[in-house]
């Protein structure tokens, strides 16, 4: 079994998302719309252009997403999207791309006991993230079962 992680946002999922998969490296699959619903009832509060739901593969992991309907989005907090790049490079390029126009960095990108670089910040669509390249302190890492 593998979590799903499902993000909500504020009517600019489709944007969001696909800045996520030209950062990421993901792939979109189908995105269906309020457009695309049968009927008048199978719709959700707003417009034709929201997105009722939408899916980006990424390595192995799916995140889906959709527009919150009507007024009921709210902040997410209480979690974070967490990345691990494989390379140092990889952690400083994607870290460019999502904090881009960020909300707010609480960690901005530096070294910590546990990784060579580690960075915490709440992206310009209001995702909030976790970046963290071990490097060489990976040896340190091993979770225990």
Request: charged residues 20%.
């Amino acid at each position: 079994m593998e979590p799903t992680i499902y993000l909500f946002f504020n009517q600019n999922c489709l944007e969001a998302m696909t800045h996520y998969a030209k950062v990421l490296g993901g792939e979109i699959g189908d995105v269906f719309r309020n457009a695309d619903a049968p009927d008048a009832e199978s719709r959700m509060p707003g417009g034709d252009h929201l997105v009722m739901n939408m899916a980006m593969k990424l390595g192995t992991a799916t995140v889906m997403a959709s527009d919150a309907p009507g007024n009921m989005y709210s902040k997410p907090q209480g979690f974070a999207v967490t990345i691990s790049p494989p390379s140092r490079a990889e952690f400083d390029r994607i870290f460019e791309g999502l904090a881009k126009d960020a909300l707010s960095v609480m960690m901005p990108p530096g070294e910590t006991f546990w990784a060579e670089r580690f960075a915490m910040f709440t992206d310009c669509f209001g995702t909030p993230w976790m970046l963290s390249y071990a490097g060489s302190k990976a040896a340190n890492q091993e979770i225990s079962r």
